[in-house]
């Protein structure tokens, strides 16, 4: 059974990094065809996809974010791991990693797997 | 840019009644689309993929259809454990959108 588990810093100051990792077990971040994803939910609000890396290195990014955010994969520790940058109140919110399987006709996926979720609050 | 419409955004039922709840897409997607449950303080949970395929271990209460702009996830029989919100997923890019949700609740 796969899982996937958050860690990070909890409180962020504003214009500062966050930064998240998502260590999976029950299986190896390398092998088959995944999209490890990030994704956040303000409270009281939907859903918003941040990002993607591939198992093989390869990102995309949600385009209003793109210019502010960083994926790497670690498979010596089984991580990925999320970097946002210059963040704001507005980036305050509980943020989930999520394994992508490949469905769409245009490399679509959607998520089987997620990690519970951390609530990353920015203030100073 | 795709966007994905839910209706009603909240849905007040009964333990025991049929309901639906309908994701509506800006423009075609086919069939790839994904319906998750989320209940309070927890991750959402897969439902549905592909507009009608049940995930594993999901109880055959919850069903899906459609295809192309209009999709509909019903629950034939509302159970105690179903109050939660609900949220559509289009897949047919490579930047995954979701619905805005639609909050089941008791009446």
């Known amino acids: ?124 | 840019d795709i966007q994905m419409t839910q209706s009603p955004s909240t849905l007040s039922a009964s333990v025991g009644d049929r309901v639906t709840i309908t994701c509506r897409a800006s423009q075609s997607i086919s069939s790839w689309l994904a319906w998750y449950q989320q209940k309070p303080g927890k991750a959402p949970k897969l439902l549905i993929y592909k507009a009608s395929s049940l995930e594993s271990g999901v109880p055959s209460r919850f069903s899906g259809s459609g295809s192309g702009t209009e999709f509909t996830l019903t629950i034939s029989s509302l159970q105690p454990d179903d109050f939660a919100t609900y949220y559509c997923q289009q897949y047919n890019t490579y930047s995954p959108l979701f619905g805005q949700g639609t909050k089941v609740e008791i009446k």
Request: charged residues 10%; hydrophobic residues 30%.
């Open chain 1, 1 to 124: 059974q796969v899982q996937l588990q958050e860690s990070g810093p909890g409180l962020v100051k504003p214009l500062q990094t966050l930064s998240l990792t998502c260590t999976v077990s029950g299986g190896s971040i390398s092998s088959g065809s995944y999209y490890w994803s990030w994704i956040r939910q303000p409270a009281g609000k939907g859903l918003e996809w941040i990002g993607r890396i591939y198992t093989s290195g390869s990102t995309n990014f949600n385009p209003s974010l793109k210019s502010r955010v960083t994926i790497s994969l670690d498979t010596s520790k089984n991580h990925f791991s999320l970097k946002l940058s210059s963040v704001t109140a507005a980036d305050t919110a509980v943020y989930y990693c999520a394994r992508g399987l490949l469905g769409g006709s245009w490399g679509g996926y959607y998520f089987d797997y997620w990690g519970q979720g951390t609530l990353v609050t920015v203030s100073s």
